[in-house]
């Protein structure tokens, strides 16, 4: 056999993962997917549904199940083409649990206290959080703490699962947005603690960070991130929104006082529709700038109400057909996973022979 690899000939790998979680927002396709999509042509790319990681806070059976199959249409919808990259379930591969309990073996309890969204967490469900300055200790107390009130221990370990999906694909890049920027650090921290104690195992993954400008805003409150879990739905702009409703929210978008439409922190709501529409367009801030010279809020949001309804109608149209065509959505799902699970498992067994477990017998 010959086992002489050319990792330098191979091109570099990319993985991100998602929570299939509702609606796919005008954020997440400007600030990710549609970047993902321009980048399948030079990287080996693997994008991961992680159900898993959605049953830390525990749905509903069928919503799980159908919001997977949302997901996957939504995906291929905004240009991720599955002849191109490999879309997977993190549920159908074997070895992201096996390793994230590997990894967890690894892991003091205090580094996964301290992750700022575990707190964030807790926090929400009630829970007091106090950090010990001196020894950095957290200590998480309830009024309710013996009755029903507690936390489970996947939210605790979910960075460490995060961690897995990363190491087992050994990724050379993840994309990730800020608020995942520390479980990442983690991951980092776990491959080279293994690297350290095992010998080379794993790659050091480094975060991918978008292009500059992608950032978008809140239609209401325009100084906060659009986001899918915000609570006045004229805040967010979904891919699947049809005109009408394009139409509607960027009418209500709020816009600042004055009338000059310019790129300025005074004006995060005409900031925000211009970087919208720069992504959309194509066309720079500045030349927007000079192009809507005199030119009032109205017609602003006029072009901006244009590009959204031109961009996102081919995205809701083709995920309609989609989203009727379950066994075509399996079948993609099906290839994903098994060139998911060929290099997950060269890469599980190489860990589990190195910490000691022993090898299965072939016949
Ligand atoms: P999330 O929906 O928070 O899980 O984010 C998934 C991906 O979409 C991450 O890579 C984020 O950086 C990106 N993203 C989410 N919301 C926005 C936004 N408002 N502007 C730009 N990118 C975003
Ligand atoms: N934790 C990420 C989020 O909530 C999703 C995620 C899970 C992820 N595993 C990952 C992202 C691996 C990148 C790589 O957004």
């Known amino acids: 056999m010959n086992n002489k690899e050319t990792p330098s000939k191979l091109k570099p790998v990319i993985l991100t993962c998602a929570q299939p979680t509702g609606n796919l927002t005008l954020g997440n ?4 997917i549609r970047n993902w999509s321009e980048m399948l042509d030079d990287y080996q790319c693997f994008f991961g549904i992680v159900d898993l990681h959605a049953i830390t806070v525990p749905p509903k059976p069928a919503e799980l199940r159908q919001n997977v199959y949302s997901c996957i249409a939504q995906y291929i919808a905004c240009g991720l083409d599955p002849a191109k990259c490999h879309q997977f379930v993190q549920s159908h591969v074997i070895g992201h649990t096996e390793l994230a309990w590997i990894l967890t073996c690894m892991t003091p309890i205090g580094e996964l206290q301290r992750m700022t969204q575990f707190k964030d967490k807790a926090a929400k469900l009630g829970f007091k959080v106090a950090e010990d300055k001196d020894s950095g200790d957290v200590k998480f107390s309830h009024e309710k703490m013996r009755a029903q009130a507690s936390i489970n221990a996947g939210l605790l370990c979910y960075p460490v699962l995060m961690a897995a999906d990363i190491l087992l694909y050994n990724a050379d890049l993840v994309p990730v947005g800020e608020d995942q920027r520390q479980h990442l650090e983690l991951c980092r921290d776990l491959a080279g603690r293994f690297n350290q104690k095992y010998s080379e195992t794993f790659t050091i993954p480094e975060p991918y960070l978008a292009k500059a400008g992608a950032r978008i805003m809140s239609l209401i409150e325009p100084v906060r991130k659009m986001s899918k879990s ?34 300025s922190k005074e004006k995060p709501g005409v900031s925000n529709l211009l970087t919208i529409h720069s992504s959309l367009s194509g ?12 030119k009032g809020y109205g017609e602003l949001k006029a072009e901006v109400t244009e590009l959204l309804v031109e961009t996102l109608k081919p995205v809701r149209e083709s995920y309609q057909e989609l989203i009727k065509d379950k066994s075509y959505l399996d079948a993609v799902l099906k290839a994903g996973s ?26």
């Open 230 to 263: 915000d609570d006045n739905e004229r805040a967010t702009l979904y891919v699947l929104d049809d005109p009408n409703q394009i139409k509607k929210k960027i009418g209500t978008a709020v816009t600042d006082s004055g009338s000059e439409i310019k790129l």
């Open 338 to 363: 098994e060139a998911a699970q060929k290099r997950a498992f060269k890469i599980l067994s190489k860990v589990q022979r190195k910490i000691g477990l022993p090898e299965r017998a072939r016949n």
């Open 283 to 294: 066309i720079s801030i500045e030349n927007l700038e000079s192009h809507f010279l005199g």
């Open 29 to 32: 396709y400007l600030g990710a």
